[in-house]
Structures are given as structure tokens and as C-alpha cells.
């Protein structure tokens, strides 16, 4: 990893005006010169622009943000498709079978058939013994030659092809084969849910760079909830909370007490449609740091009925490459993220045609791991993916959810005020077959209402419990049965109007519905940068590796408050600070209280990358702050 450079002449100053706790001006003193990239106009009309908030509630006031805004358009260029080391295949799958590419023939040389010589090898997963990491495979003993094309059963396979003796080709390929017990159900009430994830996606970055599949959603019918709001700072903290109902410190105390311990104690919402005799499918990319396995121990029997990390492990291991910073972008020649769509589609089909319910959560992180510009890239292939399942009639049967956790985290877009609303306000889109609409028309009404309420991934949840049964949405929810005090409640259900982010669990580092006045950098403020640099180093205490860190200087102070609570109770700060030895960049809110000590509000945030910096240091959360004490010289 490469950390950002200090490109602070670019740094662009964000003052907000608020007067009367109603309207809000934004303006850049200075105009910059930006790179001229041509990018859409906006397609849909996002929020409010009228009243100036996108959110416009008694108990939260988000504002107005432009995605295409002139001051955030100069961060967004073009990006690249990857480039893979392979250029073309000799083997291509659909979806049961494996097929060698005649046309690839001149490309390695084979000029006499009868001296190809292609096998293939399953492979699966095996338990880990307790403290083992989750990543042990076991293959075939056999390679089972073919030639031409071959009909496949297995799950996962490795081929391998020799001409003349020698070893020309080596691939791997998944497929979605039915397991034991599986068989076709004619259930025509069967509901499935198909979660559909891009990893480091805000909301408006999903506007500004998938406007292809944005469109297509939004012509269908996609609802679109514009106050999810994140309730942690990475992937971890805001995916457990949707899959789990509970925050990242509620898992531990419940079923994940130590870092050394698998997820199996853990109760995950797929467990639930498991009971109802769904079939379960996960699948991620770049799965050596996948959810449950980048410094954890993931699980000891495997969490689904179907898991593609088993094979994008191997595989990436196997012929990965193309890396850019943590990901490899191609297996062989496919690109990693087509490959999950793929088998995503593989999953879909052959549910559908089994007429088999299921719940299937699919996680793309390679081509978006912190990139803001590299959504663009993948575009056409969702569109398309969803263009084809659509009109295949493959989810009729299906409540489609395409998420993310939340926006880029790091990067210059960072230093201004919409960067660090847009990182809190990930996307949702829902996506529901016709008929759901007629069949539980009060439901689908209270969700419309939702998308212009405060909303966060304890709500995701909820929505995604209730979906194992989806008659219970028949039920004539009204605000009298929805208790606003629920830190997580049903997107089905009214949600109050008069919620705040306490209400719905979100700490106040985290909040979107918070106004905030710019200060100046006085003693006050220094006292609290000063304990914020004191609590990473209270944090860091007993790490002799890492180096005792000290404030440089404080980059930006804000004074945040929460206009919809009646009477302040504390005064926050919200402020960027640099430390030495690390130039680590962090943002911190504080709160004063009132015997004039000063504490953390929720976690503290990382603006640059730590790279290198941290690698004596494996604990997940001290990486972003330990500055390894051997780099000092
Ligand atoms: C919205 O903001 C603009 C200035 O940016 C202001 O002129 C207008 O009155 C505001 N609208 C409302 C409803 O507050
Ligand atoms: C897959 O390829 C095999 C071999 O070329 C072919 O026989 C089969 O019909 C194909 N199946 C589908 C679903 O396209
Ligand atoms: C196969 O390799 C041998 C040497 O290892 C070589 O003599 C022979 O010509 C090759 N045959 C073909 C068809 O390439
Ligand atoms: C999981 O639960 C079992 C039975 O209650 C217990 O013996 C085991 O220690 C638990 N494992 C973890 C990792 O908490
Ligand atoms: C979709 O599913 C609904 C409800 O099960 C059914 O009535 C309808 O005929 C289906 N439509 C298609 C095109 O299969
Ligand atoms: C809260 O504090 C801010 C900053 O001092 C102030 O502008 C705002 O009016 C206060 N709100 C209330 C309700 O007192
Ligand atoms: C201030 O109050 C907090 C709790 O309200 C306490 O933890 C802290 O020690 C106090 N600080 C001082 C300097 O008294």
C-alpha cells in the first residue's frame, strides 16, 4: 500500500453557514482548477434539492448533496479496466460444463491434437481444527483427463492441460451443482433473497458511476433508501449488524468472544432461512481478507450450503494475478469480479429452474477495495447481469437487495465536507418482482416512506428477518406497533418521522444528521486533539512495537451539533488531526464534558492509508493507528 501523498495544495476550504438551524449555504472560497472529466447528468432527482435536505424530518435533517457537484467532480476520473497476465483462455465453462476454445489453439502452439492432454480435478473445502485458519482444501486424487467437453457434477475444479508432455494451461472453474437432498420443489409462495453487495460504494458514487445500472433499477421500480445511514467504521462493523442484528461488541459478548474463535456459535440471518428450507449461498472475492477471515478464524463447518470464498481462495492462490493493492484482479484471464457475478448467475439459474428457494448474499470487493473511481469500471457487466436475470424471468420469485457498507474511507475526496457525509451514506436499492407490490401493498407503502427516513443496517436486518416470512407483511403495520425506541426496525414497518440517530443507533461520529460551524484552532481545540492523540496511545499501550504518537498539528475544527435535540447536552468537535512520527491523518469527534475533560465519540477514523507503517501489529483496529517502532531507524 501506498500511502496518499501530502497533496494539500489542493486542499479546498468548506464553510457552512447555518442559519436558524434551516438553511444551509455551502461555498469554496477558492476555485481550483479540476480535471474536465465528462460524467452524466444527474439521473434521478436525489432528495430535496428544493428545501435543501435530503432527509427532512423532526428527528433528522440530512442535507441536500449534489453528486455531480463541481467541487467533488475533480476527484472523479477516468479508471481503467484491468489488464490480466493471460491473455486468452484454452478452457471456458458454462454453467455444467467445461469446453477447450479451438480458437485459442494457435496462441499455445498446439498444432496436433493428439498431443493435448487436458484433466480435471475437483477440489473442496475441508474443516479447520480448532485455531486452524479456514482456508484448508483437499483434491481429488485424480485428474480426470478430457477432450473437447465435459459435463461437470463437482462444485470446484482445477484444470490442467499438456501438449507434447509439457504442462501449457492451468485453469479453475466453479460451478453450482445440486447437493444432497436438494431436489425440485414446486412451492409457488416461495420468496428468495438475493443480496447483491459492492464493497466502499456511497450513495451518490453509486449516481455518479454506475449511472447505467442506477437507470435500469430506477426504471424498474428499485426503491432507494436515501438516509442509510453506517453505524461503524469498515466493512466488518456494518455488514455484522445486517447479517447479525448486532453491533460488532454485542457479537463479541454474545458468540465471538476472542479473535482466535470461529463465527459458529454466531446466529447469522441465513441460518434463519436455512430453517425455513432455504438454500444458503455466500460468496466473496479477495477472500484472504474476507469478512470472516482477514485476521479471524472464520468458520469450522462451512456457514452456507454453497461458498464460493473456498474456490476464489484457491484460485486466486492458484493463477492470480494482475494484483492492485491488496486484490488480484484476474484469475488466469477472467477478471476476479466477473467471476463472482458469474457464479452468482450460476447460484440464480439453477435455483430458479429447481424451482429451489433461497438466500444468497454476494460480496464484490476486488475491483472497489478504496478506489472512488473504480465502480465505473464494472457498470456495464451489473447492468447486464440484471438485464439478463430479468429477463430470463429469473426473480420473479426474488427480493433483490444491491448494497454497500459504506463510502471511501481515505483520499482527498475526504478533506471535504460531502466526502465525509458521503463515506456515512452508503446505497440500497431494492428491487422487487411485480406482484409483491399487489400482495403486500402496506408494506411496500411503508418502505416507500422509509426511503426518506433515518434508516441503517440494524433496519436491513430486521427487513431481512421478516422476508423469511413473508406473510407477516400482510399485517397492517402502523406507527402504533412500531416502537420508536427499536434500535432496528423492519423497513416494512412506519418508522417514526421523530427518530434520531440515538434512536437508531448510530453514534454521533457517525451521524449525517448533525449540522456543524467551522472554529478556530484555538486552546480549547488543542486540548482535545490532544486527548484524542491521548487516547490512540491509551489504545496502543502495551504494543512496545508500536512508537508513542504525537500531535502535529489539528487541519480542521468543526463545532457538530444535532439540531432536532431540543437542548444541547454537550458540545462536539469534530476535528482532522496529524500525528508524528506516523503523518498518520485522523478524524476524531469529541465530546466535551462538563468538568472540561474531553472523550472519543464512537471509534476514530484513518484519512490515510497506514501501509507499511503498521505490519508489526496483526490486532485490526490498531492498524490504523500503530506506527512500528523498527521503521523509526
Ligand atoms: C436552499 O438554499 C438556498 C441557497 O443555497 C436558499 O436560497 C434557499 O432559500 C434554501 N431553501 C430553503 C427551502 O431553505
Ligand atoms: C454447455 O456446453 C456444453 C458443451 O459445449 C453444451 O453441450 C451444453 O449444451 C452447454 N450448456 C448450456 C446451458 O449452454
Ligand atoms: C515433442 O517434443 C519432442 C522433444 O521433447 C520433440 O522432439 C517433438 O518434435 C515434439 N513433437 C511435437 C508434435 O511438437
Ligand atoms: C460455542 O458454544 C459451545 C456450547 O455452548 C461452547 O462449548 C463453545 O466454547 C463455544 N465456542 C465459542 C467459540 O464460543
Ligand atoms: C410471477 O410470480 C407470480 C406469483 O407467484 C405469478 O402469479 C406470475 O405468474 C409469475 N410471472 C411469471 C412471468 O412467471
Ligand atoms: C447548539 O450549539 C450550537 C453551537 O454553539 C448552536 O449554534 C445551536 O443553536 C445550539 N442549539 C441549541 C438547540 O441550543
Ligand atoms: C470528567 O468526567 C468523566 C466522567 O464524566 C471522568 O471519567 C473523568 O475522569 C473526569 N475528568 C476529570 C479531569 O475530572
New binding site residues.
Given amino acids: 500500500m501506498e500511502l496518499r501523498s501530502g497533496r494539500r495544495a489542493l486542499l479546498i476550504y468548506w464553510i457552512t453557514i447555518l442559519i436558524c438551524g434551516t438553511i444551509i449555504l455551502y461555498g469554496n472560497i477558492f476555485e481550483m482548477d479540476y480535471l474536465t472529466v465528462r460524467f452524466n447528468k444527474p439521473l434521478l432527482k436525489q432528495g430535496s434539492k428544493e428545501n435543501n435536505f435530503t432527509i427532512d424530518t423532526p428527528g433528522c435533517k440530512i442535507p441536500y448533496l449534489d453528486a455531480f457537484d463541481k467541487n467533488i467532480r475533480k476527484y472523479t476520473e477516468k479508471y481503467s479496466k484491468p489488464i490480466c497476465d493471460v491473455s486468452s483462455p484454452l478452457v471456458a465453462s458454462n454453467l455444467t460444463s467445461i469446453f477447450v476454445l479451438p480458437s485459442s489453439f494457435p496462441l499455445y502452439h498446439i ?2 491434437l493428439r ?1 493435448l492432454e487436458c484433466c480435471y480435478q475437483p477440489f473442496w473445502r475441508i474443516e479447520p481444527e480448532k485455531g486452524e485458519e479456514d482456508t484448508k482444501i483437499e483434491f481429488d486424487n485424480t485428474c480426470y483427463p478430457f477432450i473437447d467437453d465435459i459435463d461437470i457434477q463437482d462444485e470446484f475444479i482445477k484444470v490442467t492441460c499438456k501438449y ?2 509439457t504442462n501449457i494451461y492451468v485453469d479453475t472453474f466453479s460451478f453450482v451443482p445440486l447437493k444432497n437432498g436438494m431436489k425440485f420443489q414446486a412451492d409457488p409462495d416461495r420468496l428468495n433473497v438475493l443480496v447483491l453487495g459492492l464493497d466502499t460504494v456511497s450513495r451518490l458514487n453509486l449516481h455518479r458511476q454506475m449511472p447505467k445500472t442506477v437507470k435500469y433499477l430506477a426504471n424498474l421500480g428499485g426503491v432507494e433508501l436515501m438516509g442509510y445511514n453506517k453505524v461503524g467504521d469498515n466493512t466488518f462493523p456494518n455488514l455484522i449488524p445486517v447479517l447479525t442484528g448486532l453491533t460488532e461488541d454485542e457479537l463479541i459478548n454474545n458468540c465471538w468472544p476472542h479473535p482466535n474463535d470461529n463465527f459458529d456459535n454466531c446466529s447469522f440471518v441465513w441460518n434463519l432461512y436455512k430453517e425455513k428450507g432455504h438454500i444458503t449461498a455466500y460468496g466473496e472475492d479477495c477472500a484472504w481478507m474476507g469478512l470472516f477471515n482477514y485476521e479471524r478464524k472464520g468458520f469450522k463447518k462451512q456457514n452456507t450450503d454453497f461458498n464460493y470464498a473456498v474456490f476464489n481462495r484457491m484460485s486466486e492462490g492458484l493463477i492470480g494475478n494482475s494484483k492492485e493493492v491488496d486484490c488480484n484482479q484476474c484469475i488466469g484471464s477472467r477478471l476476479v469480479y466477473k467471476e463472482l457475478l458469474d457464479y452468482m448467475k450460476k447460484f440464480v439459474i439453477t435455483m430458479d429452474t429447481n424451482r429451489l428457494p433461497y438466500f444468497g448474499f454476494f460480496w464484490e470487493v476486488t475491483i472497489l477495495h478504496e478506489y472512488l473511481n473504480s465502480p465505473q469500471v464494472c457498470d456495464d457487466d451489473y447492468h447486464l447481469l440484471l438485464k439478463t436475470l430479468l429477463e430470463g424471468n429469473h426473480l420473479n420469485n426474488t427480493v433483490l437487495v444491491f448494497m454497500s457498507d459504506h463510502g471511501i474511507r481515505w483520499g482527498d475526496i475526504r478533506e471535504t465536507f460531502q466526502g465525509k457525509m458521503e463515506e456515512r451514506l452508503p446505497f440500497v436499492f431494492f428491487l422487487f418482482p411485480d406482484w409483491f407490490q399487489r400482495k403486500y401493498s402496506k408494506a411496500y407503502e411503508n418502505l416507500k416512506i422509509n426511503t426518506k427516513r433515518l434508516t441503517t443496517p440494524f433496519d436491513l436486518y430486521e427487513t431481512l428477518v421478516v422476508l423469511v416470512n413473508p406473510n407477516d407483511l400482510l399485517v397492517d403495520y402502523n406507527l402504533k406497533n412500531t416502537n420508536l425506541l427499536d434500535r432496528g426496525i423492519s423497513l416494512f414497518k412506519p418508522i417514526s418521522d421523530e427518530r434520531t440517530c440515538e434512536d437508531a443507533g448510530i453514534t454521533d461520529n457517525w451521524c449525517t444528521c448533525t449540522e456543524s460551524m467551522d472554529i478556530e484552532i484555538n486552546n480549547k481545540v488543542l486540548d482535545a486533539a490532544k486527548s484524542a492523540v491521548d487516547n490512540i496511545n491509551f489504545q496502543l499501550k502495551g504494543y512496545t512495537q508500536c512508537a508513542k504518537l504525537t500531535l502535529d498539528t489539528v487541519i480542521d475544527a468543526k463545532l457538530v451539533w444535532n439540531p432536532s435535540v431540543k437542548k444541547n447536552t454537550s458540545l462536539d468537535y469534530s476535528l482532522t488531526l496529524r500525528t508524528l512520527p506516523s503523518q498518520a491523518v485522523f478524524e476524531v469527534t469529541m465530546s466535551n464534558l462538563r468538568n472540561d475533560s474531553f472523550e472519543v465519540i464512537g471509534s476514530i477514523s484513518r484519512l490515510n492509508l497506514y501501509g507499511d507503517q503498521s505490519s508489526c501489529i496483526t490486532d485490526f483496529h490498531l492498524k490504523l493507528y500503530c506506527y512500528c517502532v523498527s521503521l523509526l531507524g
Wanted: proline residues 0%; hydrophobic residues 0%.
Fill in positions: 498444432e496436433d498431443y507434447n508432455s
